[in-house]
């Protein structure tokens, strides 16, 4: 059973859309992350928030709590923005706090 | 800007053999941590240090892997013998303090496996 679902698993997108990617999850939280992950495998932190709406740059991360869904946007994407949007919660399994991942969600932006 | 070194980046062995990956977290950070990522799939934990203690390895196949971070600093996962299911990117990464879900992890490039 998948603690963290994302979608859509695969989007391509004309450069310069408006892109959406969604995490949902069945756990309860105390904060979610958004993480970026390049063709070459290294993974890059985008966001950590627990309520509310972040920004960066093109980038807007947005959750709700009582709904158990978080959503990050791109705005204006370009074809740099290529790469593996991966969510994660964390879990409070054994001694510590753990994240659990979502499979992620492939965007491909086009010229 | 510090970051997470790994290597090696590619490592192609044979089923059988055996292979060993390591990494050194940012200065300082106590917390380190190895994935393993199959292709598709995100990243799962296979043993987390707090310094130089194993926190959680339940995750870790231990009939064949281990991990180790005797130091408190650059920490060691090794595979003994290969096999042709453990072809995956290994992921370490770190944090500077105990890692409750609310802080950041960095992560390294990655380590990318292939048993033939």
């Known amino acids: 059973k998948n603690e963290v679902e994302q979608s859509p698993q695969n989007l391509t997108a004309q450069e310069g859309e408006f892109i959406t990617i969604n995490c949902s999850y069945s756990?309860?939280?105390?904060?979610l992350h958004w993480l970026q992950q390049h063709p070459g495998g290294g993974i890059v932190s985008l966001f950590m928030?627990?309520?509310g709406k972040k920004k960066h740059g093109r980038l807007i991360a947005t959750i709700n709590i009582q709904e158990k869904h978080s959503s990050l946007h791109i705005t204006a994407s370009h074809p740099r923005d290529s790469a593996v949007y991966i969510c994660a919660v964390p879990y409070y399994g054994g001694s510590q706090g753990n994240l659990i991942f979502g499979k992620g969600t492939k965007l491909s932006v086009k010229p | 800007e510090a970051e997470v070194a790994q290597s090696p980046r590619y490592k192609i062995t044979e089923k059988s053999q055996a292979v060993a990956f390591w990494c050194d977290p940012i200065?300082?950070?106590?917390?380190l941590y190895w994935y393993r990522q199959i292709l598709g799939q995100g990243p799962e934990l296979l043993v987390q240090f707090q310094d130089e203690s194993v926190v959680d390895d339940s995750q870790l196949p231990k009939d064949r892997f281990s991990a180790e971070r005797l130091k408190g600093v650059d920490s060691t996962l090794k595979i003994q013998p290969a096999e042709l299911g453990d072809s995956a990117m290994y992921l370490c990464?770190?944090?500077?303090?105990?890692?409750w879900g609310t802080g950041e992890l960095f992560f390294g490039e990655g380590s990318r496996l292939t048993v033939l």
């Open positions: 928030l627990s309520s």
């Open positions: 756990v309860g939280i105390s904060a």
């Open positions: 990464a770190s944090s500077s303090r105990l890692f």
């Open positions: 200065s300082g950070h106590a917390t």
